[in-house]
């Protein structure tokens, strides 16, 4: 499948949140999911969901983290420097839980991180920490993977503060996500995951190189062609 992302760096927009909104009180959120519930026609009076608004709302906290987290700031003290390793490295099977722009409803699924690191490798925990961040707020897919893979490159760039650029020599992220908002409402395709690449440098340019990830990470079904 042909991700439809373009574009190279993360923006600052994509870096921080909501553009100095003010954001409400704890109060009006949980009015505001009275009235949905209200809406879908039960009582938010009735006993079972007397403390249904304060719970959606402490469970948004929850989903919609990653907008409180700056993700460069996050890896940007967790590099190491190494000098004996240029091979492959890669992070396969982090669990996605991610929530569709459109309908805020999850995306669950898994991303794959491969990278050819120059002399900075981020530790492996620290990237599925990034997954997270971009993850825990409202996404489309193919976005979140061009976040995930755009972030790399700036984050080992900005761990360097000599004038020397060691930016890995190339960085690889799929994606493959089930859609609740396709399983449960609308078409209603059970079964269907959706997979989704970003490929930069030689992931990109080299079909050898790619060729690698894709078999380390047990290449998902429909395939990925990259850009
Ligand atoms: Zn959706």
């Not at 492996?124 to 490159?153: G, N, Y």
């Amino acid at each position: 499948m042909d991700t439809a992302v373009v574009g190279s760096r993360p923006t600052k927009s994509v870096l921080t949140n909501s553009g100095g909104r003010r954001r409400p009180s704890q109060a009006e959120a949980e009015a505001a999911v009275r009235t949905l519930i209200e809406w879908a026609g039960d009582d938010p009076d009735r006993e079972g969901l007397a403390g249904t608004p304060e719970r959606v709302v402490r469970a948004y906290e929850e989903f919609f983290a990653g907008y409180n987290e700056d993700p460069v700031a996050l890896l940007a003290t967790t590099f190491e420097e190494t000098t004996a390793y240029d091979e492959m490295i890669v992070l396969r099977d982090i669990r996605l839980e991610s929530h569709c722009e459109h309908h805020i409803v999850p995306i669950l699924g898994k991303a794959h991180i491969g990278y050819l690191p120059s002399g900075r490798v981020v530790g492996i925990s620290k990237l599925a920490r990034l997954v997270e961040v971009f993850a825990k707020r409202m996404q489309l897919q193919e976005a979140l993977t061009s976040q995930i893979a755009d972030t790399i490159p700036e984050v080992l760039k900005l761990a360097d503060n000599i004038q020397e650029l060691l930016e890995p020599r190339g960085v690889g992220v799929v994606i493959e996500a089930a859609h609740q908002c396709m399983t449960t409402r609308g078409i209603r395709k059970p079964g269907v995951s959706m997979v989704t690449s970003r490929m930069l440098g030689c992931f990109r340019d080299d079909p050898t190189t790619r060729r690698e990830f894709l078999a380390m990470i047990g290449s998902p079904r429909s395939g990925s062609n990259g850009a």
